[in-house]
């Protein structure tokens, strides 16, 4: 990524996706879209996308990385891709979690849904997405436990985290750089 050193703070951008992150952050993305660049950044990290283009590969892709990883968590009833998934907190994905009431018992339902835009994507993302909705099937809230959980199971999470966005932000300017 670039880096600019005469960063003012007059003019920080409204970036969607961004918006967690701190205005240098912010000047530096700000940047690659004047200068067209955001693509040119993504593919040369990320060249190239998996093929996981199913439901039935995506449930066996995060069933592995649930086993592997947090083993004693609650089950998983679907997996699947979902089209109506565009926006934040979900361009990522949704996990939903149904409870209701059975004969006499409560009966918890765990879903994880992933955007179906992520079925065209680099390996890194969809992990991230995958890893970022297993993580809420312990911790609901997105605080430090949550983030350690993430970082357990895919260490370099939150860079991750920051290219999936930047990815959204590529994705909203200028289109599809995958295809
Ligand atoms: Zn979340």
Redesign the pocket.
Known sequence: MPSKSNVTHSNIPKLKYLAAYSDQIKMQINTMIEDKTLDQYLLKKYPTTHDMNNDKVLRSYVMSLKNQYIKKSAPLSQVKYDDKIHII?NA?GL?TYVSRVQGNKLKSKHEIRIGSQFKKAPEAFLAMIVV?ELA?LKEKE?NKAFYKLCQSMLPNYHQLELDLRIYLTQLEYFGAIYT
Do not use: W
Request: net charge neutral; aromatic share 0%.
């Open positions: 907190h990522l996990h970022h809420h997105h």
